[in-house]
């Protein structure tokens, strides 16, 4: 059953950084994968058809499709477009699917609120540090759901889900998959759910923006409290995830750190004020447009002190990206990161290629140092693939960037946008 186009799935390539060009150009930013992995979920909501629209193609989102394909539902796919039917459903997720994806865990809201029940595997650990989904449990049992752990998997059991006051917060805040769990949960249950301490981030809103598409009632998406009135059932609808944020301020950085000016299109710059306000005061002229975002120089790098926090604040997702700006800024540079305490693989990676950073996890100290020189590196998460290839963009020489198939969880056909405005960057088929 060959129904998904993905060009780069769990791929060894690698890919060669030439550094030292000058970035130029407009580069277009794709949907928001954080947005589009539970709006896909959501539609096993509903037994009507549902269309979503600027879907990026990834590898997190084609284990998504392939999760959902085997809960039942039936997936197509053409470019940027998925159409979900879930008419008949299961709601057993197969260990095998589940394991490969931390994002996985998004089935369990919306399976138990139109089955009353969902048994999935429970996320594992994963390099960004532990990541529990205590509180996506602990919310579901405010529902009135009976959550058992056994064998690995997390059953979640409801013969009657009624709405209630669910409580988000936790030791690290609030929590953003937790919130759109519960959210999903809600919609079809009796009576009105109040979330409390909810996620803000703006893949939230576009979560409750879908959900009300197909009929749902919530009201107080993007900001700390969100009720939901639940419905009986759910229709179908026709909807357009919103631009990737990460994506959009991962390019601006790679500007930045060339010296180049780049722009942004396809973009909400209202959901990037935390990362547009570092990198002026990092020493960068931004122009916003209704749609766009412009990066240019703007007198010399500067160092910077940054938290990373919920949104509205500066995205853990944007951290490493920022370490990578930073370890050239001449002076002492200091970024926290409080959501993900031991996200700091790319301190070492960063280190092989010439930069002085002194880790004392949450806390990472940057000496600014003048040069970095191209190194063979391995990518170990997402962002911080993302951090080693916009060093490469700025070290002298080469910069090998191994286990490839990180970058392309998540970030689409990055290689050939940034190649698009003056990169030279080359993918080595292993
Ligand atoms: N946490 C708990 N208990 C829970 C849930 C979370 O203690 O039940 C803790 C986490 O361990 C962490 C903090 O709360 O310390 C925040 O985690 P959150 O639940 O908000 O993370 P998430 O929802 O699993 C999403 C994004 C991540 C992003 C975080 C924070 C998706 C698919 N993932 O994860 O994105 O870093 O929110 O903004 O939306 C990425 O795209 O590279 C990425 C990792």
Redesign the pocket.
């Known amino acids: 059953m060959n129904m998904f186009r993905v060009s780069r799935l769990v791929s060894m390539d690698k890919i060669l950084v030439h550094g030292g060009r000058k970035l130029n150009g407009t580069v277009r930013i794709s949907g928001s ?2 947005s589009a ?1 539970p709006i896909l979920a959501a539609a096993l909501l509903t037994r009507e058809r549902c269309v979503i629209r600027g879907v990026p193609d990834l590898s997190d989102i084609h284990y998504m499709l392939t999760i959902l394909s085997s809960l039942g539902c039936e997936v197509e796919r053409a470019s940027g477009t998925v159409i979900i039917k879930a008419d008949k459903i299961r709601t057993e997720a197969p260990y095998e699917l589940v394991r490969k994806m ?2 996985s865990v998004c089935v369990l809201g919306p399976l138990l609120g139109r089955e009353h029940e969902a048994c999935v595997s429970l996320p594992g650990g994963c390099v ?9 449990l602990r919310g579901f049992e405010a529902l009135g759901a009976a959550v058992r752990v056994t064998g690995g998997n997390v059953k979640v059991l409801a013969p009657r889900l009624s709405g209630a006051k669910v409580n988000m917060g ?9 919130t759109d769990n519960i959210m999903m949960a809600a919609v079809l249950a009796e009576g009105t759910t109040i979330i409390e301490d909810a ?1 803000e ?1 703006p ?1 939230v809103v576009d979560l409750a923006n879908f959900l009300n598409a197909l009929g749902a009632k919530i009201t107080g998406a993007g900001t700390c409290q969100i009720t939901v009135e639940g419905v009986k059932e759910l229709s179908g609808a026709d909807y357009t995830v919103i631009p990737d944020r ?1 994506e959009a301020g991962t390019m601006l950085v790679a500007g930045a750190i060339t010296g180049g000016r780049v722009t942004v299109n396809h973009v909400r710059p209202d959901h990037l004020e935390s990362v547009i306000e570092p990198l002026r005061a990092a020493g960068f002229t931004i122009e916003t447009g209704e749609r766009s975002i412009t990066v240019s120089p703007n007198g010399g790098l500067r160092p910077l002190h940054l938290d990373t926090r919920p949104y509205p604040g500066f ?3 944007m951290q490493a990206q920022m370490c990578a700006l930073l370890v050239r800024a001449p002076g002492e540079s200091v970024i926290t990161d409080h ?2 305490p031991q996200r700091f693989m790319h301190v070492a990676e960063l280190a092989r290629m010439g930069a002085q950073i002194r880790l004392e996890a949450p806390t990472a100290f940057i000496t600014g140092n003048g040069a970095l020189s191209g190194a063979p590196v391995m990518a170990s998460d ?2 911080a693939s993302a951090a080693l290839l916009l060093a490469g963009l700025q070290a002298d020489g080469i910069t090998e960037v191994n286990r490839v198939y990180h970058i392309d969880r ?1 970030y689409e056909h990055i290689d050939d946008k940034l190649n698009d405005v003056g990169a030279h960057i080359e993918r080595v088929k292993a």
């Open positions: 994968k954080n992995l931390r994002a960004i540090g532990d990541r529990p989904i205590d509180l996506h936790g030791k690290y805040g609030t929590t953003v998959l937790g996620a981030e893949e990460i995205p853990t997702d959501i993900f997402l962002r998540g």
